[in-house]
């Protein structure tokens, strides 16, 4: 077992109706508030006025940035940072998905520099301070809520990078599983997919932790069971929590203590995906899973084993593999490019190039040019 720290800072309010205590908790941090949200579903759901209602009971002034996209853009990181930096804003309150989470927590430390937000993701420079960040979940998928990771893209260049720090962990992150009633079929099944590729990644990481292994497991089996039961019930409070608590553990470091690091190689391959074709994150992952363990299947057929045991009863590598991907298309999550439109006679050499241009690689299982199109072609392949 690697040596390891366990620090995570992030106060959790998980349930229903935790969100009655979120003008208090903002208020801890001040008055000026600059409030993140998307393109409008906290709108129809009727959370926002929830939200406001918090914030006027305890006079707090609000400046409001919306309109993040899904995987979401640096411009809008640079244009809510100068909303908050003119108005000298206390607090970032951020309410949504991974992607209006992951904006604001780039937000919160760009406040306090005149650069492009483009520079942290470059190491131009480093944040010295981060503004308080809030986040009240919408969606459940990234585990962004309790971790200090965000992932940005960049139009201009074609990068989809991820960037992290201890300045960056939420200070609270209000989880009611309420708010995610909405979510939509395929965005439910795309969270559900992300929850278990981030346990994936924990366990195919460098080291040796059988413990976390275990929690790896168990956070999977939790996917397994009741991800097809929410599929057909989606306003079920009891699965949408389970479903919703299972993807904040899958990456806020309960499945990787004792490894030297995840290897993230899958997320890298998705990551291309998500910048060229605006695919939904959870989606690229579906599609890009079950080619990267094609590709690995005779580089480590035990640990490819071992999970199958675990998971399936599965005694062979190919049915690991095919059990893995029939779950996928269970619940509705596409395992092929041309399941997205994608056709790869015409866009092989862009995602290629592009792959290219991220440096596509796993922390542990390294990845090579020749791997990048067997990785394409297993994306397509029947
Ligand atoms: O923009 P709005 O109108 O809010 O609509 C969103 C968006 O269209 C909608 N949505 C969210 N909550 C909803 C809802 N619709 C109805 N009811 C609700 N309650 O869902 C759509 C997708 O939202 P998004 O935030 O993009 O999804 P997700 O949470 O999956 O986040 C994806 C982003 O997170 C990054 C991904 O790369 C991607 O950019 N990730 C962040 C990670 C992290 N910070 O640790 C790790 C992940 O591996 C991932 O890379
Ligand atoms: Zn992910």
Do not use: C
């Not at 640096?74 to 909303?83: H, K, P, Y």
């Not at 201009?156 to 079929?185: A, C, I, R, W």
């Not at 999550?333 to 241009?357: A, F, H, V």
């Amino acid at each position: 077992m690697e040596n390891f720290i366990a620090y995570n800072p992030t106060s959790l309010h998980f349930g229903k109706n935790v969100l009655n205590n979120l003008g208090t908790t903002v208020a801890l941090f001040g008055k000026k508030v600059l409030l993140v949200y998307g393109k409008g579903s906290i709108k129809k759901s009727g959370l926002y006025e929830k939200v406001m209602f918090q914030l006027n009971e305890v006079g707090a002034k609000v400046f409001e940035y919306s309109g993040i996209k899904s995987n979401p853009i640096i411009d809008d990181v640079n244009a809510a940072a100068e909303i908050g930096r003119k108005n000298n804003v206390d607090v970032v309150l951020a309410v949504g998905g991974g992607s209006v989470i992951d904006s604001a927590k780039i937000i919160s430390i760009a406040l306090h520099v005149k650069n492009d937000a483009w520079d942290f993701f470059e190491y131009k420079i480093k944040p010295e301070k981060a503004s308080p960040l809030i986040a009240v979940l919408t969606l459940a998928a990234t585990g962004t809520e309790m971790n200090p990771y965000a992932v940005v893209q960049n139009p201009k260049t074609g990068q989809k990078p991820g960037y992290g720090g201890p300045l960056m962990y939420p200070k609270h992150s209000f989880l009611d599983p309420q708010n995610t009633f909405s979510v939509p079929k395929d965005y439910t099944a795309f969270g559900i997919v992300d929850l278990i590729a981030h346990s994936l990644e924990a366990y195919f990481g460098k080291g040796d932790a059988t413990l976390s292994d275990k929690f790896v497991f168990a956070t999977i089996k939790e996917a397994l069971e009741f991800g097809p039961l929410l599929m057909e019930d989606l306003n079920n409070y009891d699965l949408r929590a389970k479903i919703m608590y299972a993807a904040t553990a899958a990456l806020n470091g309960l499945n990787s203590y004792g490894r030297v690091s995840g290897d993230w190689g899958v997320h890298g391959i998705g990551h291309s995906l998500s910048v060229l074709y605006d695919t939904p994150h959870g989606a690229s992952l579906s599609i890009a899973y079950p080619a990267w363990l094609k590709l690995q299947k005779d580089r480590i057929p035990e640990r490819i084993e071992k999970l199958g045991f675990e998971l399936f009863n599965s005694e062979s590598v190919d049915d690991t593999i095919y059990k893995l991907e029939y779950f996928f298309k269970l619940i509705g999550s596409p395992t092929r490019l041309s399941d997205i439109g994608i056709n790869i006679e015409t866009e092989k050499e862009l995602i290629y190039e592009n792959m290219k241009i991220n440096k596509v690689n796993g922390a542990n299982q390294k990845l090579t040019g020749p791997d990048f199109l067997t990785l394409i072609d297993l994306m397509d392949a029947e």
